[in-house]
């Protein structure tokens, strides 16, 4: 079983739409949590950081259940600009070595 | 500040052939890794350093070496390539997570087809 569990996709959602994406971890060793964002053919950049207490940062806001193991990410208000590959992103051991889920792909449609 | 450079871009090899991905950061950064990203797989550790001098290995090691003699540069090398070696490859690095920064910066990556 793979140690960072995503829905693949494809999510196709209109522009203006509210999306969510959900991610399982199996390591309770898990020590820090991210949202990365990855262009088709281009490196992973970091989305957002993952904070038990929840956090905002304009449309995107991201949660953290520790006790569930389980993180997810809400798109509001979806751009064009939002479609890409979402990676759910966990560090059981340190910031050397990164756990990817396979990814979820988001397609934003006129 | 570039942040984290790989060379080549591009790589073409035949089956048993050798050779180095370079990797290079001027962030003054103590850890760096490498992963392999394959279709459906999701990105995977190959090899990771936290310090000069120091690596370790991840998930898939068999078939690359690395090494860091310096703080700025992690070369991977594949000993003998293989069609499973077929992938792209990022390098990436970050700080212990002591400073503010608390997260890995990943080069522009080096696509590899082994023939």
């Known amino acids: 079983r793979k140690e960072v569990e995503q829905d693949p996709g494809p999510f196709n959602v209109p522009e203006g739409a509210t999306v969510a994406f959900n991610c399982t971890y199996s390591n309770s060793a898990s020590q820090s949590f991210f949202w990365y964002r990855q262009d088709c053919r281009k490196e992973p950049k970091l989305l957002m950081s993952v904070y038990s207490s929840g956090n905002e940062d304009g449309r995107f806001t991201a949660q953290l259940n520790r006790a569930s193991q389980y993180i997810s990410l809400l798109i509001r208000d979806s751009k064009l600009s939002d479609s890409a590959t979402y990676l759910c992103?966990?560090?059981?051991?340190?910031?050397?070595?990164?756990?990817f889920g396979k990814g979820t792909s988001l397609l934003v449609t006129p | 500040n570039a942040g984290v450079t790989q060379t080549p871009k591009f790589q073409v090899l035949k089956t048993g052939q050798s050779m180095t991905l370079q990797c290079a950061q001027d962030?003054?950064?103590?850890?760096m890794s490498w992963y392999r990203q394959d279709p459906g797989m999701g990105l995977r550790l190959i090899h990771y350093?936290?310090?000069?001098?120091?690596?370790d290995q991840g998930e898939v090691p068999n078939g690359y070496n690395v090494s860091r003699s310096t703080t700025e540069d992690f070369p991977l090398r594949l000993l003998s390539a293989a069609p499973s070696q077929t992938s792209v490859y990022f390098c990436?690095?970050?700080?212990?997570?002591?400073?503010?920064?608390?997260?890995?910066?990943f080069g522009p990556g080096t696509r590899l087809l082994v023939l």
């Open positions: 962030m003054n950064h103590e850890y």
């Open positions: 350093s936290v310090g000069a001098g120091i690596t």
């Open positions: 990436a690095s970050s700080d212990s997570g002591r400073g503010d920064e608390e997260t890995q910066y």
């Open positions: 992103v966990v560090t059981p051991l340190g910031l050397y070595a990164l756990n």
